[in-house]
């Protein structure tokens, strides 16, 4: 049998219900096709952050001041408080050459509107009397924040639900074909059948092997991410945070701030934020292995190092889980959405890597427009999935 | 003082030095290498720390470290569970509330 709709979601990952809640609010017919069950892939095993500094100055930092500013509508739109909260976030700098390249990044990131100053040693210990001692510095802007992203997905979900949006769990998607009226025709592994004019790939990691189906080009690799989470422990400071490693492993990876060869081969980093339920995440690994989402004792291990060495206070707390998720990355680090110009209404939002979270909202609020009314954003250009396809195939 | 000092099995409670404890401020005696649960019950005292939300005393429950219900701050470590962790000479312990503070190092 096959079942006709307006869209069709590959995806339901915290991208794919933010593009399928969008749609359906804008009056399409929206099923979206979910290979594993709820919060199964990147998005259920990641940190929490909707981090400002982390991003780079352009596209990507103008989107995560709109996408703030969909959550904050969204708390009242999807009645749920999200675990949406405001905490700050400071970016710690061990040493000279650290902090000439967070001096920069914080000019740049202030240019475009950014608050956040660099605070010193006696500043940064009043937020963090916790820290290390080695610790020089550290940036400082209040509008790092953090929402819970189990709750977003799910009352994505629950609200889109209300409104007619269907969500089909196991269901991987085998094939994608057009056929002669011009609608897609997307088989899932047990064939089922499903049909309509729009598709939108937001399979994650995954999201290559979706667009292969059809024959696009869609460079995607999986990039592992490992997180331990803690017991329920007191406030260790006043804000989350994350070693300059991190921002400068994730946005400058040719240069080379002192980093051990484990650290490289993990591409470990710090990140630690506190979640709704008081224990903490600390992160985290950015590794190429395939699709191997499992974590690794050495992963495990180099990451509660790297946290004691951070903050002392953390060697007598418990971790009581580890999660690793594939993060999408995409080989120039800007996320893919768009529709492919090879194949009108086949689009494509994937390849947030570190960034799901933060993006969602505005993500699934972009599409939805490209969509529904053929709006094309000429700033979005950059992010267009036209960007890879010389490489793409003919389909006929 | 509460103590089984003639167990039906074990015997008689065999002689071990004492050790000075700290309890909220109050200096006690307690067993060389007992665990703190033991020492506190011995002593008397009803309850080791308070629920976060609704402030209900807890005490010991599992009594073999998985409960985490009779955890208290211990040195300045909050957290600590006291069944299966043992008394030192000196050691400071106290009620915790909620999940506790950490104790500043400067």
Redesign the interface.
């Known amino acids: 049998m096959v079942q006709s709709y307006d869209v069709l979601v590959i995806g339901g990952g915290i991208i794919g219900l933010s593009c399928g809640y969008y749609l359906t609010k804008q009056g399409k017919r929206v099923v979206v096709l979910e290979s594993g069950g709820f919060a199964d892939g990147a998005s259920g095993a990641c940190d929490d952050m909707i981090l400002f500094q982390s991003k780079k100055p352009g596209i990507n930092l103008e989107l995560a001041f709109e996408s703030l500013e969909l959550y904050k509508s969204l708390v009242g739109e999807l009645e749920d408080s999200l675990g949406f909260a405001n905490y700050g976030g400071m970016v710690l700098i061990e040493n000279e050459r650290e902090l000439e390249v967070m001096e920069e990044f914080v000019m740049q990131q202030r240019s475009y509107g950014l608050d956040v100053e660099i605070l010193t040693k006696a500043a940064m210990r009043k937020k963090q009397?916790?820290l290390h001692e080695r610790f020089i510095a550290s940036t400082y802007s209040s509008m790092d924040s953090q929402a819970y992203p189990f709750a977003v997905m799910h009352r994505f979900a629950r609200k889109g639900r209300q409104m007619g949006m269907q969500v089909v769990h196991k269901s991987p998607v085998v094939g994608i074909q057009k056929d002669g009226a011009g609608d897609f025709l997307v088989t899932t592994a047990q064939n089922m059948q499903y049909r309509a004019p729009h598709v939108v790939n937001a399979a994650g990691a995954w999201a290559g092997k979706v667009a292969d189906l059809i024959g696009l080009n869609v460079p995607m690799e999986p990039r592992r991410g490992q997180i331990i989470i803690t017991?329920?422990?007191?406030a260790?400071g006043e804000t989350n945070l994350w070693s300059a490693k991190y921002l400068v492993t994730k946005l400058k990876p040719g240069i080379q701030i002192d980093s051990t060869e484990e650290e490289k081969r993990l591409g470990l980093a710090f990140a630690l934020t506190r979640t709704e339920g008081?224990s903490y995440l600390i992160g985290s690994t950015r590794e190429f292995v395939g699709y191997d989402k499992r974590t690794t004792m050495e992963g495990i291990r180099a990451i509660i190092n790297q946290a004691v060495s951070f903050i002392?206070?953390l060697k007598?707390?418990?971790f009581i889980r580890a999660i690793a998720g594939l993060r999408p990355a995409t080989p120039d680090g800007k996320m893919v959405l768009g529709e492919h110009a090879g194949v009108p209404g086949f689009f494509t939002a994937a390849g947030h890597e570190g960034d799901g979270i933060s993006l969602a909202p505005i993500t699934g609020k972009l599409l939805a427009d490209m969509v529904c009314e053929g709006r094309s954003d000429a700033r979005l250009e950059e992010l267009s999935p036209n960007r890879f396809a010389s490489n793409a195939k003919e389909v006929c | 003082m509460q103590r089984i000092i003639e167990h039906p099995v074990l015997g008689p409670l065999p002689d071990v030095p004492m050790v000075k404890i700290i309890v909220d401020g109050e200096p006690m005696e307690a067993r060389e290498g007992e665990m703190i649960a033991a020492a506190l019950i011995a002593t008397g005292k009803k309850y080791f720390r308070k629920t976060i939300k609704t402030h209900e005393p807890r005490g010991i429950y599992c009594g073999i470290g998985r409960c985490?219900d009779c955890v208290m701050t211990v040195n300045g470590?909050?957290?600590?569970r006291t069944c299966i962790t043992p008394v030192e000479d000196g050691m400071v312990i106290e009620t915790q509330m909620?999940?506790?503070?950490?104790k500043?190092?400067?």
């Open positions: 009397p916790f017991e329920k422990i007191p260790i008081d002392p206070v007598d707390v418990n | 985490t470590i909050p957290n600590v909620g999940y506790g503070v950490w500043q190092e400067q």
